[in-house]
């Protein structure tokens, strides 16, 4: 499999095939790390991702949509087709979703309507937890226009604010000197596999 491009699958179980991306980035002050993965594909109407943490009991407060899950023990998706506006999803172990749309400065909140067509799956072990998201191209084409033929810009993180649990992590670099996931400057890209 080309690590350098997004998979291509057939049939909504091959996610299980795709080979998972480790978040190895241990960044800004964090005094631990947390095992995390990511796994990437797709195919003609969902971009599929699916976000799994070694880690027992997860700081978990929040439990709806929009609420600001980052402040609990949170995995983190941000994409980018033209690496300024972008999408960033953001969920704790409930599946509760912060999704916005826009630039560093300005986003909005994706509408309940569009948060409503977003799959989740959610997977509670002693040792992990794992969120999936089947993320139909559509909600994604009402922000903007959609270019498979063009790389996908994206960063995934791992984050916990808590002093006992403090961590920030990163499937890609971040240079910055407070923590700043934000950063469409340090996403990088990958090819959909057509």
């Known amino acids: 499999m080309d690590t350098n491009k997004i998979s291509r699958i057939r049939s909504y179980n091959e996610l299980e095939d795709v080979k998972p991306l480790k978040l190895n980035h241990v ?34 407060r929040y439990y709806k949509d929009q609420d600001p899950v980052y402040k609990d023990s949170a995995m983190e998706f941000f994409l980018s087709f033209d690496q300024k506006s972008y999408f960033n999803f953001e969920f704790n172990r409930t599946g509760a979703l912060l999704a916005q749309y826009g630039t560093t400065e300005e986003r909005i909140k994706i509408s309940s309507t569009n948060l409503k067509r977003i799959r989740r799956s959610i997977v509670l072990d002693k040792t992990f937890w794992s969120v999936r998201l089947d993320i139909p ?10 270019d498979i033929t063009k790389p996908l810009w994206f960063n995934a993180y791992k984050i916990s604010e808590t002093e006992e649990n403090l961590h920030f992590q990163s499937l890609f670099m971040i240079e910055s000197e407070k923590p ?15």
């Open 27 to 60: 960044l800004w002050n964090s005094i631990k790390s947390v095992d995390t993965t990511l796994k990437l594909a797709f195919d003609d109407n969902y971009l599929y991702l699916e976000m799994r943490a070694h880690e027992q009991e997860p700081l978990t």
């Open 137 to 146: 191209w559509l909600v994604l084409a009402n922000h903007e226009t959609i």
């Open 180 to 194: 700043n996931f934000h950063r469409p400057d340090c996403f990088e890209s990958r090819m959909l596999d057509r």
